[in-house]
DNA sequence: AATGAATGAGTGTTCATTCAT
DNA sequence: TATGAATGAACACTCATTCAT
């Protein structure tokens, strides 16, 4: 009988296990890949005693998912979120957060190499888990930028959201990268993004 | 015994039942992602009696998605092809590269989506199929994008390398929003990816 | 439809395709076994254009290797069948039955691996084919034994029917070994057998 | 998850279902042969439910063959060794052996079978699973052949390493007619041949 | 008489999931 | 709570055989 179902409520071993459950699945799928990913494979790395216990302790294996995701969403969310508040100016605040990004992917291979895997490899991941959350984050980046254009900080033409979606392109292009090329050099990678963006989105030529 | 061992010469029944079989599994990709497709699920698509039957046209599976992968790349070829000499400058060159890929994407997005998903699914795909093609494709961005500078289209202190990656990354998260939002304005998105690339690149401001 | 069904007439072409499928099996039984000679791989080495072809001309897999047995025993039996008539005495008619038999294997490798394929990888092979030529030539070599005693020539204690056992066991032991053993000396290998079947059946102890 | 993957250990019931499996590839094996024994059939006779329950208790069907083989060897292995030391003579060792040998595979009948299925129809069983132990029995007699010629009890022309690959050959050939022939008198055989083997390597002619 | 395309049952193996204990 | 045994559908792939042409 699954724990979970009547009540919403977990006990404390329950929640310890699943913490268990999820951090392991985040390891096995970030070495062998989601398709490589079986209960089996996950139970092994995690010491379980059988992939039996995972089903016992979530629905299925979409609930499993939907927790590694929201896991590696929650470890990202707290620390990369754009506060245009404590930033001295637009231009601060988004270039900051590119840098940020760029730096927990770097810190996070593991999450990001799993979060890759399961976006790659579920066929609904997008949909169900992470279109949502990016739409906010790339709602977050728009307004910054339009704060700025306001605020004269950057270009009158540039157009909000194209930009907001460019600078989030970049940043997937940036973590691909980062993820496969071997020897990066990360801050000098980063540098480069930075400059880029800033030439792009700023007012004056020489930004 | 498999048709195609021995000599090189395919019947033409035997060509047409390929065709039949790449279009359904480019199809199925699309649909239900690189791991859903089965032989089964692709059979049942292209109205086969048995998924023995794919196995009897092709060697084994990397072969079937080699050929979808050949399918997809040989038509896209011909046409996003970067060509710098019917260009009237760089700039041009790049810029209507930049559009036409989008266009291509536009127009066969289940091609597109089939090969993400295989890029995405199968363990080797890059490095078997894709990594030569794409980095053949960079080195062409990069040598324009060099050859502008030299010619003082675009900025100085622009790092072809640099820039070449960041447009094919913009046209991968195109590619990817293309994909994945439903009522995108495809004209308008493509005018401000341009208008964007076009001032980051160029050498003066007002580009 | 298969033309060796109602009369039993087989025209020359059909014949001649039919000897040629059978020595493309037996070829391929001795290189593969008895399990990896599908008809795809016969079809394949006689030059056949389809697996089918084979399945017009037998009715089964089982009258295909029924033929492929029936021609291995057709070739060897008219050349080492036990003449004691032509024999100067029984001895030597014994000795030289064991010595041709050896001859025929090391002349025939191909057909007699083929033999062996065939009844270690057919479950029915011996029960099917094989026992009753086996059993006739054993009784052949009884005879010879038991008529020598009647002269003499062996051992009054010998029980021939034993003796003969003895001998084609020692004969099948000497075709494995043949066949296993790379660079056997044949010559010494059969000279050594023949002393060893003339002292255990010779009447004297220094035969 | 495989149960046996990891520590060496089996619970109860994984050793007692091992055993069934193995018990049941041999019946099926001396019933079907090699080739017919699929895990669809080895599951049927052992009541399993599905041929997957196979394949999750023995990582793939060598696994199995090779259990089923050291199965059988070990079966046999304490009883037919050929203890020289317990004999009285080396005449004595030699002649038990081959006593002893036919008695065992009289009454272990499908284990022989099975296990001359296995040789018969797997690749690879001779030189993973039985040539060493052939071997080394090989060894064994040829052993006592030479010490008991040294000892003057068998003719001193005799070869032993001829000799002893002539009573294997014999044991061989023994096992195969204990098999195919329904009502042999196996007591009267296993006699005649001690017989044999007497006469063949006694030093007198009389022995 | 022959071809090549097709068929469908069969292979070993993996998988998420269930369930008695 | 957790275990390990079991289940049965699914996987890619091979096979002897059929059949329209």
Redesign the pocket.
Known sequence: ?Q?KSGSGEL????VG?RRQIVAAAIETIAEVGYT??????IAKRAG???????????A???ELIGQVVAEIYGTGGAQIRLRSDQASSSTDAVLSFVAGSIAFYDSHRAHMRALIQILNGHPQARERWVDQANSAELDGIEQVLAQGQRDGEFRGDLVPRVAAVVIRDLLSGALQRLLTTPGLDVAAYTGELVTFCRRAISGSADA
Request: hydrophobic share 35%; aromatic share 14%; charged share 20%.
């Open positions: 009988m724990p006990t404390f071993t329950e296990r490589g990913a079986s209960f089996a494979q379980l005693s059988s992939p039996g216990l995972i089903s016992y302790h979530f299925d294996k979409d």
